[in-house]
């Protein structure tokens, strides 16, 4: 935690795993409230191409989010044999995917750190002999905006990066999460979907593809609810902080 936070009038936290991690090893507890990310603040629309969230006028393409797991330069710790398990368990999802007459489309959610990884699986893919030219769709992701927009053109994402799966919920797209920090539990858990979120050690292309066809045919109604929830908790802490600065300038102004 930065300096001199203990000191800040109003702190919140995105989820209770976070609340709790910050309590038992940073050894800072305060009652402070759990609210939501505030990704869950702008409005995302949906992009041309679709009639309507979940819906497409185009052959499904499925959003293939990987994360450089044990990869030197892109992980704290290097283990070359865990992640080329990791990598071609991802390449193996790809060629599947493919194989049933969908598109892919990869989703960088970091572009420094994912654009090597998703070269890597694609260069895996291609020693298989599979041909990715007409199978894949591709879309720029370098801006908050542009990760929206891409999440918003896939039918379905299978993604690692959390706020990846974030984006998901709010364009109500189907998705199976690929966990390697407990935030992204706590967030599937929130839309009760914790049942396809894989813990990263554990991921299996047939895990993955079980998952895959489990949410696209699964009702997601209740998705509306859980993120309506999650605006409203923020609208409300917007609100808490705004009356705690206009009520800091009108003191300093006396």
Not at 114 to 138: F, I, K, N, Y
Request: with cysteine; net charge negative.
């Amino acid at each position: 935690l930065p300096p001199g936070v203990g000191a800040l009038t109003y702190r919140s936290y995105r989820d209770e795993w976070s609340m709790e991690y910050v309590k038992t090893v940073v050894g800072f507890d305060r009652d402070d409230p759990v609210v939501a990310d505030l990704a869950f603040s702008p409005l995302v629309t949906v992009a041309d191409g679709h009639t309507a969230a979940g819906g497409r006028t185009h052959d499904r393409v499925v959003g293939i989010g990987p994360i450089g797991y044990f990869r030197e330069g892109s992980w704290p710790e290097a283990d070359a044999a865990r992640w080329h398990q990791f990598r071609d368990e991802i390449a193996t999802v790809v060629v599947n995917v493919i194989e049933r007459g969908d598109r892919i489309a990869f989703l960088k959610g970091e572009g420094f750190h994912d654009q090597p990884v998703v070269d890597e699986v694609r260069a895996e893919v291609a020693r298989r002999g599979v041909d990715l030219s007409g199978s894949m769709l591709e879309l720029p992701v370098t801006t908050v905006a542009e990760l929206a927009a891409a999440i918003s053109r896939c039918d379905a994402v299978i993604a690692a990066r959390y706020h990846n799966v974030l984006f998901a919920y709010l364009l109500d797209r189907p998705v199976v999460g690929i966990s390697y920090q407990e935030k992204t539990d706590a967030l599937m858990q929130r839309y009760d979907e914790d049942p396809w979120c894989i813990g990263i050690g554990d991921v299996t292309a047939d895990a993955i593809l079980r998952g895959l066809d489990d949410v696209t045919t699964r009702d997601r109604t209740h998705r509306a609810d859980v993120t309506a929830e999650q605006r409203r908790l923020l609208d409300a802490q917007y609100d808490t902080v705004h009356e705690i600065i206009a009520t800091s300038v009108a003191a300093r102004a006396r």
